[in-house]
């Protein structure tokens, strides 16, 4: 089975940054399509952003909110997705998951880790 | 806003069906720029993960019971939840493939068992 496991989570400032983790296991990794889907509290589901596979190219797509805000990589080797947040504002408060990702469908899901901007 | 249009509640008493629609336009759920079907369907019960349950309209990953089922016609899909059981009480997402914007979600249907 498919396990996906995100860390970092944590409370920040506005203007600040965090870093997203995301560790995978029962699958290739280096296989994968990855995303990033966000949640805030008590609303819907939020696309953020998404990255090929390294022979796929290893091209990211964002979403308009935190395009040029957010960066999205992968350590093949660790078997580890990311995502970087930078100039964090209020409304990017939410629930971060990671999932693999076929075109359309985000397949396997993550439990979440809450990201809280506020100061 | 969200991108694609779902009601925002829904119900049905057990053993009974329930549609829940999702509207779009013709570049995302529609489909006609790529040629092909891209339109998936998620359950999320509180303070839950989502899952997956339908995908490319109307295929159903291993272990979702066929209770589930998936549709479109042009602009809009659907998810048919037949025999309706206590435990389908959650929240439903659409999402769809939308070509340069890589993927949009729907609202959000909360489906309530009677």
């Known amino acids: 089975d498919v396990h996906l496991v995100e860390s970092g989570g944590d409370l920040v400032k506005p203007g600040g940054s965090l870093r997203l983790s995301c560790a995978a296991s029962?699958?290739?990794?280096?296989?994968?399509?990855m995303t990033w889907v966000r949640q805030s509290p008590g609303k819907g589901l939020e696309w953020v952003g998404r990255i090929k596979k390294k022979s796929a190219g290893g091209a990211t797509d964002y979403a308009a909110p935190v395009k040029g805000r957010f960066t999205i990589s992968r350590d093949d080797s660790k078997n580890t997705l990311y995502l970087q947040m930078n100039s964090l504002k209020t409304e990017d408060t939410a629930v971060y998951y990671c999932t693999t990702y076929v075109t359309g469908s985000c397949h396997d899901w993550g439990q979440g880790t809450l990201v809280t901007v506020s100061s | 806003q969200s991108a694609l249009t779902q009601p925002p509640s829904a119900s049905g008493s057990p053993g009974q069906s329930v549609t829940i629609s999702c509207t779009g336009i013709?570049?995302?759920?529609?489909?006609?720029?790529?040629?092909?079907?891209?339109v998936s369907w998620y359950q999320q019960h509180p303070g839950k993960a989502p899952k997956l349950i339908i995908y490319a309209v109307y295929k159903r990953p291993s272990g979702v019971p066929d209770r589930f089922s998936g549709s479109k016609s042009g602009n809009t899909a659907s998810l048919t939840v037949s025999g309706l059981q206590p435990e389908d009480e959650a929240d439903y997402y659409c999402?769809?493939?939308?070509?340069?914007?890589?993927?949009?979600f729907g609202g959000g249907t909360k489906l309530t068992v009677l």
């Open positions: 029962g699958l290739n990794f280096s296989d994968a399509w």
């Open positions: 013709s570049r995302d759920v529609g489909g006609y720029d790529y040629g092909s079907d891209y």
């Open positions: 999402s769809s493939y939308a070509g340069t914007t890589i993927l949009v």
